[in-house]
């Protein structure tokens, strides 16, 4: 690494050794003369490659470390040009900052990849969002960032047949995804709730890349649309809600073989029989108890699955319920948080019974391999309650808020913004109605009234 004075005919002639890749000439007092010269900086270096491109380079130090940083090429810069650049970066480490720190290279700007990004948006927002959030964003966008699942089985079934969108784009640049791109991801999804949730994802993703100003273009999502979705009605019957009802709070139960007269395999045999009746007798009695609580209290699945002993007041028959939309006074501040609901002296009975079922969890419905979890499913149970006379196979959880909001708004004498606030839609009577099943028969007097009137 020779030392001389850098001038413009020193430029013009440096050259790189045959033996080597590159060559540095720093900027040093004495010239190709030997006079002595002044004008240099410490820290200017001429780099003249092997095959013969030239450019300026400033080598300094910062919190104890060497860094170099190439300046230009000797095309743009000239010598003295060259000298102010560092005069002025060594300014800057003196003041204590990094002159590189917020200086962006016109050739990089906007050409962050689709990979790139999708780590970005996933550290600074997604990782941060619920845990299905989480999935389903790695599912559609980047399949990398999907978690190996360890505790059990589930997340192991067949895999899915479409590409995630960053597998799919993973080297282009942001801004040269347009329309058309994005059109060909989605044409893989034939159902229209996947098609819809996948498009979200990819939205969702170049709005936040817009909003960081990491991109300056129009969301190309923008021209391609949702599809509609036309949602099939579950209509039950009031006799259905009747064998429904009865099942629930009056659960069936089989009634348990003797095994006292019987010997050898045979008793062996209806020992086992009588085991797994008593399991089943078990699992639906635990099921009646969710499903009554959830018909009481017109209460969601996932606010009764995080539902503590202790949010339960069973003197004055309350339930502070933590896991609930609330209201919300801003964007980020909401009420409370939790609301109270009145809860029937039938509920604080189920609870109780639970309370007995699971005296060492504090979940209402804990896990059976966990209990410091909530319980996931009913799978088996529910199986069993569907193959009950009375019940359609059409039936689940979530269908007994909504009977329950049905057989409320049939004229029961309690206002309809008294149940939106008690159901937690916060008196918005068009979210309510949506639960409506469009019972007939509470409905048949009016028909029959309006006749009497006409005189027929």
Sequence with gaps: MPKIFLTEDVVFDAICPPDKDQELFWDYAVGANGQIRSGSVAGLGLRVTALGHKS??????????????????????????????????????????????????????????????????????VSGLSKATRYSFASFMGKWLRQANTINKRGHNKPKGYTAFGTMFAERSLISIRPSDVERFQTQ?????????????????????????LVDMRNPCHPLRKKKIFRRRRDYSTEQIRQIAAHVFYPAVEVLPEVDHLEGHAKRDMALRKAWLVTANDQMQELCNYMGILFLTMARPSDLNKAEFAHFDLEKLVWHKHNTKGIQLSRSIYEYAYRSVPIHSRV????????????????LFPSHTDQTKPRDNFRKGLERFKALPGVPEYFQLYDLKRIAISLMLTGQGVSHEAISHYVDHKGNLETTMIYDLGLVDPLRPVTERLGALLGI
């Design 56 to 125: 300026f380079v400033h080598a300094y130090q910062l919190n104890g470390k060497r860094c170099r940083k190439v300046l230009g090429s000797t095309v743009v810069f000239s010598v003295a040009s060259a000298r102010l650049a560092v005069i002025q970066r060594e300014q800057e480490i003196i003041a204590g900052n990094d002159p590189d720190l917020d200086r962006i290279d016109p050739r990089r700007k906007h050409f962050d990849t689709i990979a790139e990004v999708i780590d970005r948006y996933w550290d600074s927002h």
């Design 189 to 213: 999804f034939a159902s229209p709730h996947v098609y819809n949730t996948a498009l979200g994802h990819v939205t969702a993703l170049f709005n936040w890349a817009i909003r960081m100003q």
């Design 348 to 363: 604080a009975d189920m609870v109780q019974a639970q309370r007995l079922r699971w005296s060492e969890s504090k979940l």
